[in-house]
T-cell receptor, first 121, second 113 residues
């Protein structure tokens, strides 16, 4: 089990370019969450997706940012026309199907990828 | 809106000490609470998960407790080691409809040899 895979691990973009970050959830996980961590700050929720559905995008800026989780392939976080303030670590996490009726140790554990660090020059 | 607070923001202790990290949350209608460790420049590693029906979980030198009614959780680290130096994050998952996780800003721990 390879865990949650994020790529690229490091991405450098110039202002105005597009950044595309990819996340492959753990095998069997159908829920994906994206978080942003600014330097010296905590993780901030951006968007929560299930396959082909955006469930909650309340933490994502309305402009320039978009996310998708297609039926096939990884989840993608896209940032258009990047600005210096977009420089941050972007983390993806996945979990098994939620709303489990039986709670057990280890169920619904949120598993994180190693993150993608975006630097905007 | 769920808010998660962690105190202290930073902690420095000599090796061998026992220590307690605190996490408080404003909405007690939680599904579970999870403690993570983050090393500088790295991702998050899950340490302990406590379901809402549980009071505590233990793993090795780590013990996490949960008091839903008071909106608090503690992470106890016994016999601290320099390798424990990291930022410890508390994350709370809410109940209802879908599940969204809210993180505290973390406690940065330094264990001095």
């Amino acid at each position: 089990n390879a865990g949650v895979m994020q790529n690229p691990r490091h991405l450098v973009r110039r202002r105005g370019q597009e950044a595309r970050l990819r996340c492959s959830p753990m095998k069997g996980h159908s829920h994906v969450y994206w978080y942003r961590q600014l330097p010296e700050e905590g993780l901030k929720f951006m968007v929560y997706l299930q396959k082909e559905n955006i469930i909650d995008e309340s933490g994502m800026p309305k402009e320039r940012f978009s996310a998708e989780f297609p039926k096939e392939g990884p989840s993608i976080l896209r940032i258009q026309q990047v600005v210096r303030g977009d420089s941050a670590a972007y983390f993806c996490a996945s979990s098994p199907a939620g709303l489990a009726t039986q709670l057990s140790s280890g169920a619904n554990v949120l598993t994180f990828g190693a993150g993608s660090r975006l630097t905007v020059l | 809106k769920q808010e998660v607070t962690q105190i202290p923001a930073a902690l420095s202790v000599p090796e061998g000490e026992n220590l307690v990290l605190n996490c408080s949350f404003t909405d007690s209608a939680i599904y579970n609470l999870q403690w993570f460790r983050q090393d500088p420049g790295k991702g998050l590693t899950s340490l302990l998960l406590i379901q809402s029906s549980q009071r505590e979980q233990t793993s090795g030198r780590l013990n996490a407790s949960l008091d839903k009614s008071s909106g608090r959780s503690t992470l106890y680290i016994a016999a601290s080691q320099p390798g424990d130096s990291a930022t410890y994050l508390c994350a709370v998952r809410v109940v209802g409809g879908y599940q969204k996780v809210t993180f505290g800003i973390g406690t940065k721990l330094q264990v001095i040899p």
